[in-house]
């Protein structure tokens, strides 16, 4: 840092100030004198060195930090200032004959890197894990620190950061853990970085001292009974330890986490110990390892561990066979039975059935029944809540300490059972405008299981009603004949009902029974339909317009006859049929041209034309498709 160069006018505040005096030595020398000062504090620096050039001149201040410089010819001479500790100052000056210049010349001080007051520090092999050492700015200026290492047995630095004024110390704390530190000698560093700087390094030492490990051996398991047995261990080392005892589980290497019970041993002089551990289960395997603790809180298991096994003598059982007496479909239940020939050692805790319509060996993990009861001999069950139309399979078992006992045997029946069936009988008492009526039915078979639930659906629209329709139930048991009476309906459309019958094993249905419309008759060799009175009388127009705006039934395709239609429902015996004529001349469709119109004269028997502003009656009819003749039973 002596050889970097600062500009006086960059890092110091330099005061110039020039005065013109006149001197009594010769006129022809000038002179350069002025002081030395820290820029920071202001104080005159003691030892400073300034170096004039041209002429190699030299000045070393004193404790007033001044300089001076006689006898100068006229002309530029620049002035170098060196202090140690200090950047290099720089000066230019023009010296003229017979006057002296002044100049107060400021330096900074260089800032150095923080210090610590010891290089090393030792915990040695005692007990001792906390040691410190101090830091120190030794500068003018604050500055900023930090401490790193890299040793896991150095647990902390504190602090480890932060800022340092002048002259002020700060105290480092450094705690090691012993635990972690190897045997014999251990040196680690750490590095006091001052913050753009440069770093310190101060070794840490210490001494790990070798202790013995707790050790614990499993020695064995003696006096085994179907439910506890006996567990011995032994402290294999002489280091002092707090607690000792066993684990044990179902699955290896068990810890004190895993462990089913936590058993402790007393301390005693002795270093074999026993304990008893009891509620073992019949069937099961279990591993058991030695375990003591030492002062610190470190547990320590045996390298080895005893596997034992609890034996056990199974029960027997076996299922006895369903006849078709025992299946009782109209409650969906079955009876079933077994028989216990041997309860086992220890006994059975649980008997019962298994069954299952889709596992033709059912477990437990199917459908189950348990059976109250203990000892040896027979026990019944019923299963309920049978799904109809399966095969059912049952096993009777025993619930043992080490699992399940199924019979050997495995027993099936079937829950298929007979359909009921119903017929649909012809309506009765139907009224003259279809208002009402009593519609018939009848039960001929009941079914297995019985039916619950019989009655009519009914519909106007759909020409095969379900329950989804209109329903109609009926309080009927049995078999024969059931009726019930709609009344209200629809006198505008045709109605299609059909007795019902529901059983678990469905809805079942008669056939389709229709109640037509009484405003108008099917003629089903001509394909239409004819209203069963006169849609009105007047000139062909009104009666044409009156007949397509007619919605008799639902239906608005109504119109006029053709001639040939008009001519075949006029007959004598259609007439009586369909009913209602009271007039003797009809209008047509048919058109003669030139505002005629076709018409049938009932009274002479013969068609021809009228102009169309004639009085005639009309009567309404329409073309049936073949799907609706169909429907109605015609075709």
Known sequence: MKNLVILVSLVLSTMLCSCVEEIDSPLTTGVISGTISDSHTGAPILGAEATLTPGGYSFVTGSNGSFEFRGLKPGVYNMIVDKKGYAQGYMQYEVTAGYTLQSHIQIERIPDIIISNRDVIDFGNQSTSTLSFSIVNPNYQTLQWQITHNCNWIKSVTPSSGYLNHNVTETIVVVIDRDKLAEGSNQAVIVLHTVGKGAVEVTVKATGVYEEALSVSMVGVEDITSSSATLVGCILSDVEYTRRGFVYSTSQNPTLGTTIKNVTAPINSYDEYTCSINNLKVGNVYYVRAYAEDRNGTVCYSNNQVEFSMGESLGEVSMDNVSSYDVDLNNKKVLVSAYISDEGDPAYSERGFVYSTTNPTPTISDKKKSVAGSGRGSYTAYLTDLQLGHVYYVRAYLKCNSGVVYSGNTVSFSTQGSDPRVTTLSATDVSDINEYATLNGCVNAEGTPRYSECGFVYSDSNSMPTVSNNRKTVSFSGTGNFSAKLSYLDSSRTL?????????????????????????????????????????????????????????????????????????ILDYTMQYKIGNFYDSQYWSKESAGGGYYYYYDDMWGVETALYDDIYCSGRAVRTMSHGELVNMGYR
């Not at 003629?523 to 209203?531: F, M, R, S, T």
């Not at 044409?544 to 239906?555: A, F, I, L, P, V």
């Open 496 to 568: 299609y009902y059909r007795a019902y019958i529901k059983s678990d094993n469905g809805v079942f249905y008669g056939d389709v029974v229709k109640i037509f419309n009484p405003y108008f008759v099917v003629i089903p060799e001509q394909g239409i339909a004819v209203q069963r009175n006169d849609i009105g009388s007047g000139d062909w127009n009104t009666v044409n317009k009156q007949c397509e705006n007619s919605t008799m039934g639902g239906y608005s395709d109504w119109r006029l006859p053709t001639i040939a239609e008009l001519t075949y």
